[in-house]
């Protein structure tokens, strides 16, 4: 099992930032990386971004480039997406997750294991 805890959410302005965290503890052993999704009202769970734990590769998805960054601190088993630019559609629940070795990384079968997500609200 691994256990997962995100933090970091909350209201922010358009074009205000936000950075989000994920703790990972447990049986980390079996993935070997972590990623975020996010869900809006009445839409899918979409994928956000993802980071290797070894070497750091990142990967974001097309609306991301440019505003979002991912990072991890492996020390503390802890990834934290910077979000920067924030607009009125980023507004969802932010899920981090663990990802399985060998695994896709921009889709939802790539990942087991999922926090409790976390509401970020972007509104004036």
């Known amino acids: 099992q691994v256990q997962l805890v995100e933090s970091g959410g909350g209201l922010v302005q358009p074009g205000g930032s936000l950075r989000l965290s994920c703790a990972a503890s447990g049986r980390t052993s079996s993935t070997d990386g972590m990623g975020w999704f996010r869900q809006a009202p009445g839409k899918e769970r979409e994928f956000v971004a993802a980071i290797t734990w070894n070497d750091g590769v990142t990967f974001y998805e097309e609306y991301a480039k440019g505003r979002f960054t991912i990072s991890r601190d492996n020390s503390k088993g802890t990834v934290y997406p910077q979000m920067n630019s924030l607009k009125p559609e980023d507004t969802a629940v932010y899920y981090c997750?663990?990802?399985?070795?060998?695994?896709?990384?921009?889709?939802?079968?790539?990942?087991?294991?999922w926090g409790q997500g976390t509401q970020v609200t972007v509104s004036s």
């Open positions: 997750t663990a990802h399985i070795t060998g695994s896709v990384f921009y889709s939802l079968q790539g990942y087991d294991y």
